[in-house]
C-alpha cells in the first residue's frame, strides 16, 4: 500500500524550515526518501533502516519512527536548490519501492 | 554514458498501437527496474530484474505490458494496444550490489509517453 505524504505542497523562503512526512498503514522496514526536480531524473538522498535512527543530507535530515511507521524529512535553512518534488518510498526490497505521492517543495528568494 | 540513459524521451502514440520504450543501465548495475509515474502521482513500481533471476512481475498492470532484459543489460519494456490510462512517464533505474546495500536506485529521465 502507498504511504501517505503530508503536505503536499509546501512554499518556502530561503532559510526557512519545513518538515515532510511520510505515514503507512503497513510496517515500515526502511523509508527512502527521493527528490525530483521538474524534468529531472528522481535523486536518492537517503534511507533509514532502523527506528529512531536519523540521517542527514547537507542540512537535510530525516528520522523514522518504526511504532508510528512513519519517517519524516527535515529540510533545514532551505536553499534555492532544495526546490522539487520529495518521495518517500517503503517496501521489503530494496528496489522494489511504493512510493508516496510527493511534496512539492518551492523555496523562493 | 554515466547515467541511465532511456529512450525515446518523449513518444505520442494512437490508441490501439504498440510502443517499446528502451532502458540501459549504468554498465556493471546487475539490478534494473521499471517504474510509472502518472500525472502528479508517485512511482508505481511495475518489474524488476535480477542478474539471470526471474524477473519479478507484480507491478505489471495488464497482461498489455512486457518487459525484457537482454545479455543482463538493456531492458526494452513493450506496451500492446496503448490505452489512454497508459499516458505516463516511465522511469527506469538500476543499482548494483553495492548501492543495493545503501539503497540507492539510480533513475533515468524518463520516456514520456502520450496516447491520443
Known amino acids: 500500500q502507498q504511504p501517505v505524504q503530508s503536505p503536499q505542497a509546501v512554499i518556502l523562503r530561503e532559510g526557512e524550515d519545513a518538515v515532510i512526512n511520510c505515514s503507512s498503514s503497513k510496517a515500515l522496514y526502511s523509508v527512502h526518501w527521493y527528490r525530483q526536480k521538474h524534468g529531472e531524473a528522481p535523486v536518492f538522498l537517503m534511507i533509514?533502516?532502523?527506528?529512531?535512527e536519523q540521517k542527514g543530507h547537507e542540512k537535510i535530515s530525516a528520522s523514522f519512527n518504526e511504532k508510528k511507521q512513519q519517517s519524516s524529512l527535515y529540510l533545514t535553512a532551505s536553499q534555492l536548490s532544495y526546490s522539487g518534488t520529495y518521495f518517500c518510498?517503503?517496501?521489503?526490497?530494496?528496489?522494489?519501492?511504493?512510493f508516496g505521492a510527493g511534496t512539492q517543495v518551492v523555496v523562493t528568494p | 554514458g554515466a547515467g541511465v540513459s532511456q529512450s525515446p524521451s518523449n513518444k505520442v502514440t494512437e490508441k490501439g498501437k504498440d510502443v517499446e520504450l528502451r532502458c540501459d543501465p549504468i554498465s556493471g548495475h546487475t539490478a534494473l527496474y521499471w517504474y510509472r509515474q502518472s500525472l502528479g502521482q508517485g512511482l508505481e513500481f511495475l518489474i524488476y530484474?535480477?542478474?539471470?533471476?526471474?524477473?519479478?512481475k507484480s507491478g505489471l498492470p495488464s497482461d498489455r505490458f512486457s518487459a525484457e532484459r537482454t545479455g543482463g543489460s538493456v531492458s526494452t519494456l513493450t506496451i500492446q494496444r496503448t490505452q489512454q490510462e497508459d499516458s505516463a512517464v516511465y522511469l527506469c533505474?538500476?543499482?548494483?550490489?553495492?548501492?543495493?546495500?545503501?539503497?540507492?536506485?539510480?533513475f533515468g529521465e524518463g520516456s514520456r509517453l502520450t496516447v491520443l
Open positions: 530484474f535480477q542478474g539471470n533471476s526471474a524477473p519479478d
Open positions: 533509514l533502516l532502523k527506528g529512531g
Open positions: 533505474a538500476s543499482s548494483s550490489w553495492t548501492s543495493a546495500n545503501t539503497g540507492e536506485l539510480f
Open positions: 518510498g517503503s517496501g521489503a526490497g530494496w528496489g522494489k519501492l511504493q
